[in-house]
């Protein structure tokens, strides 16, 4: 990985140099509507570009750092259950930042395992269990097991179910997982814990967050700028875990 730092100033110019060289891509022949515009959206995304420069494994990775930067959530030493890892671009980011590797011998060594129901490429610093499904009791004891007995300070889920592209059903979904992780990370974190969530919008966001509240202290809502404007998607970050009372 080139560096963990993201530069607006990189992401500037790209931006302005795909406005101005605009990348039409070819082989589009056999290809739904919905694909080439996929492609060609990627073709022409300056976060796609930055994440190739410095080797993140999606572009997703910005969208973490951008949380983190402005939240900072991730500290060196804190143990991060990750939900819904796979490729590992947020895992990336928690490896670097909680110092799991560890790249700095001074500071705290933190832990980062990852849960995906794809297999995940082994990353340094992680630990996956690739293959799993998060919500299966059988997948979050493995976990416990791994942890033997130490509290969670981050729990992260980006889980997405598969889009169905109803949008009802697709939110109604992913809030079933946004949930499934909020009872782990409720169960099983540190008091003053945090758990970020992504959910796409809809009739459920209201609940989910009110049930957040119970449990945290601070509940808020973000939409990092690296998170296309046309999607859905917002990311819910809890801090402050109140414990059970
Ligand atoms: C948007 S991707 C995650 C990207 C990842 N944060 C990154 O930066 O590389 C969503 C992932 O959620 C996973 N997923 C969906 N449902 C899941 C479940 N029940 N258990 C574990 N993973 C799940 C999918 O397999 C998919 O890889």
């Not at 990348?23 to 290809?31: F, Q, S």
Request: charged share 20%; aromatic share 8%.
């Amino acid at each position: 990985m080139k560096s963990l730092s993201f530069n607006w100033t990189q992401i500037a110019s790209l931006s302005t140099s795909s406005v101005t060289c605009k990348v039409i891509p070819k082989n589009l022949k056999g290809r739904n509507k919905s694909s080439q515009d996929w492609l060609q959206r990627q073709l022409n995304d300056p976060y796609v570009k930055l994440a190739k420069y410095e080797h993140y494994r999606a572009r997703s990775a910005y969208k973490l750092l951008e949380i983190d930067n402005q939240c900072k959530i991730l500290k060196p030493g804190q143990v991060v259950v990750e939900c819904g890892a796979a490729p590992g671009a947020w895992t990336q980011v928690a490896v670097s930042r909680v110092n799991s590797l560890p790249n700095d011998k001074d500071k705290p060594q933190g832990i980062v395992i990852g849960v995906d129901l794809t297999s995940i490429h082994p990353l340094p610093g992680a630990t996956f269990l690739g293959g799993k499904d998060f919500t299966c009791p059988k997948t979050q004891q493995q976990i416990l097991d791994f942890l033997q007995g130490r509290k969670v300070n981050v729990v992260l889920s980006d889980m997405a179910p598969n889009a169905s592209g109803t949008k009802a059903l697709d939110h109604e979904n992913i809030i079933n997982l946004s949930y499934s992780a909020l009872r782990f990370a409720v169960q099983h974190s540190a008091i003053g814990g945090s758990y970020l969530c992504k959910i796409w919008e809809g009739f459920m966001s209201q609940k989910i967050s009110e049930d957040m509240r119970k449990f945290y202290k601070n509940v808020k809502t973000i939409k990092p700028p690296s998170s296309r404007s046309d999607s859905a998607e917002k990311f819910l970050l809890c801090r402050n875990f109140l414990g059970i009372k």
